[in-house]
């Protein structure tokens, strides 16, 4: 709010009030949900192509409002981002993905090798970011290879030489790194030949018209084979049907994620997907 002297507000138009209105309510109840532990992570299986079985699950932060119901990241992380909540957001997440890994480990019941967790821009600028990450890993006693981080490529144009150093140290403890929504940002091959990157995860925007367009089937092969030919793994996301499973395992795609297997929900349930489509 602009304030120019005592009841005196300027140029801040009504909608413009109700907006920074609605923004600090957001904030409010983002401390709320961390201080009650009203988030909840939902997790989306990755399937192998070959193998046919769950590889790993990427884990999808949630807030569950009281007298609103679940409220879905694109409502609140852009706002928590704005606010630095992302932070301690970031934070939670880590450590619950960690927590439940480690539960995996304790029980020795692991039907899912790994589970991927994304990172926001701030998260993993903060200067501690690496001894958090050790720290988080040591509390649960989990494998690195349990743990694969999702970076956007506007995290990477960020402090590139900064970043790269933080990705070193994350490789060397033996962290996989993937490239989420690829394609969409910068996409700079730069980052490929430069930095310790060991997944491509293909933006779902590419892969809706893949049967449709010929464009974006052109530029879905084109990053398929980047990844062969780079040695990545490569994912395809938002895989809703048959078609575009059948297109993208001819062209040699390693895993994929999308309703067509399942929808991100919460690890007790996806275990019961997962049982039940193996005895299938
Ligand atoms: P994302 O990382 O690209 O995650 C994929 C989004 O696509 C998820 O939305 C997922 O539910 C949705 N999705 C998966 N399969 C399909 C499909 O077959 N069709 C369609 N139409 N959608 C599909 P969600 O869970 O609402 O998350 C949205 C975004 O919020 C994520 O996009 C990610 O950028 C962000 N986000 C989610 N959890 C976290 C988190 O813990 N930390 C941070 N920093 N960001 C997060
Ligand atoms: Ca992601
Ligand atoms: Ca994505
Ligand atoms: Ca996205």
Redesign the pocket.
């Known amino acids: 709010v602009k304030q120019s002297g005592r009841n005196n507000y300027k140029f801040v138009t009504p909608s413009l009030q109700k907006e920074a209105d609605e923004r600090l309510s957001v904030q409010h109840g983002l401390h709320d949900a961390l201080n009650r532990d009203l988030f909840e ?2 997790y ?1 299986p990755q399937i192998n192509f070959i193998t046919q079985a769950v590889s790993g699950a ?5 807030w569950q409002k009281p007298n609103s119901g679940l409220v ?3 409502d609140f ?1 852009t706002i ?2 704005e606010s630095g909540l ?1 932070v301690p ?2 934070t939670w ?1 880590l450590e619950e993905a960690c927590r439940q890994i480690s539960s995996w480990n304790t029980h020795k019941k692991q039907l899912i090798s790994f589970i991927s ?4 821009v701030r ?1 993993f600028q903060q200067k501690n970011f690496i001894s958090e990450m050790q720290r988080i890993m040591l509390n649960h006693n989990i494998q690195p290879q349990q743990l694969e981080l ?1 970076l ?1 490529e506007s995290i990477l144009i960020h402090n590139l030489d900064e970043t790269k150093r933080k990705l070193f140290e994350l490789r060397e403890m033996g962290i996989r790194l993937a490239i ?2 690829f394609g969409t940002g910068y996409s700079s091959l730069q980052y490929l030949k430069n930095l310790p990157i060991d997944v491509i ?1 293909i ?2 925007s590419f892969i ?1 018209d893949i049967l449709l367009d010929v464009n974006d089937r052109a530029i879905v092969q084109t990053i398929i084979s980047l990844a062969k030919n780079l040695n990545l793994w490569v994912v395809a ?4 049907n048959q078609e575009q499973y059948e297109f993208l395992k001819e062209k040699g795609c390693d895993s994929y ?4 297997y399942s ?2 929900m919460p690890m007790a349930e996806l275990l019961g997907v997962i049982q039940d489509k193996n005895s299938e």
Request: no cysteine.
């Open positions: 992570l939902f989306q990427e884990a999808l932060i949630r879905y990241p694109d992380i928590s981002e992302i957001i970031g997440v967790v994304n990172m926001s998260q999702e956007t989420d929504d995860k933006d779902q809706n996301e938002g895989v809703v994620q999308g309703y067509y929808k991100p």
